[in-house]
């Protein structure tokens, strides 16, 4: 039973040039989140999903950042026009249907973004 | 002992010792906690949760203490092993400015265990 995959693992990008990251839930989750980690910090929320719905995207960058969790297929963060700025560790986690608010998240291994 | 500055919280223990880990949260509307667990090059890992009708939960060798009069959350480690050396942070669900509740998770605390 394979938890949370995300891939690349490690993506390196000029700046202006795009990145995707992408995220396959845990087999019967059905809900995703994406987090952004800088060095010696926390996890800053970005966007919560469901298939085929933004439920929460209030952390997001107005600007550049889009996501999307399609019907078939895995949750997709794109980073457009990449700056400096944008290096960090990008986590997807997963749960099940939110239960009476306790949603415990499984998080993939990350995604690490360096911006040249 | 404990330091606090420009880089994270570090707590440094001799194996074998008992360890606590301190957070504050901030907003006492909040119920539910979690603590995580993260390694270096992981994504963080789900240790121990906790309601606000609980004061306290216990899992193997770890324990959550909930004081919600001082909003403060602990999470003690007793038998302290080289293998719990990680970044360990709380988590509260918190009501996010799009009307979801998400895990809010606070700066995390680094845990150095001496063998």
């Known amino acids: 039973n394979a938890g949370v995959m995300q891939n690349p693992r490690h993506l390196v990008r000029r700046r202006g040039q795009e990145a995707r990251l992408r995220c396959s839930p845990m087999?019967?989750?059905?809900?995703v989140y994406w987090y952004r980690q800088l060095p010696e910090e926390g996890l800053k929320f970005m966007v919560y999903l469901q298939k085929e719905n933004i439920i929460d995207e209030s952390g997001m960058p107005k600007e550049r950042f889009s996501a999307e969790f399609p019907k078939e297929g895995p949750s997709i963060l794109r980073i457009q026009q990449v700056v400096r700025g944008d290096s960090a560790a990008y986590f997807c986690?997963?749960?099940?249907?939110?239960?009476?608010?306790?949603?415990?998240?499984?998080f993939g291994a990350g995604s690490r973004l360096t911006v040249l | 002992g404990e330091s606090v500055g420009l880089h994270l919280p570090t707590l440094s223990v001799q194996e074998g010792d008992n360890s606590i880990i301190n957070c504050a949260y901030s907003?006492?509307?909040?119920?539910?906690f979690i603590w995580y667990k993260q390694e270096s090059g992981k994504g963080p890992q789900f240790i121990i949760d906790?309601?606000?009708?609980?004061d306290k939960r216990q899992g193997q060798r770890v324990t959550v203490l909930l004081n919600k009069t001082v909003k403060h959350l602990s999470l003690q480690i007793a038998a302290t092993q080289p293998g719990d050396s990680a970044v360990y942070f709380c988590a509260e669900n918190k009501l996010a400015s799009g009307g979801s509740y998400i895990p809010t998770f606070g700066r995390g605390t680094s845990l150095i265990v001496h063998p």
């Open positions: 907003n006492s509307a909040s119920d539910y």
């Open positions: 906790i309601r606000s009708n609980m």
């Open positions: 087999k019967g989750h059905s809900h």
């Open positions: 986690a997963s749960s099940p249907a939110y239960f009476s608010g306790a949603n415990v998240l499984t």
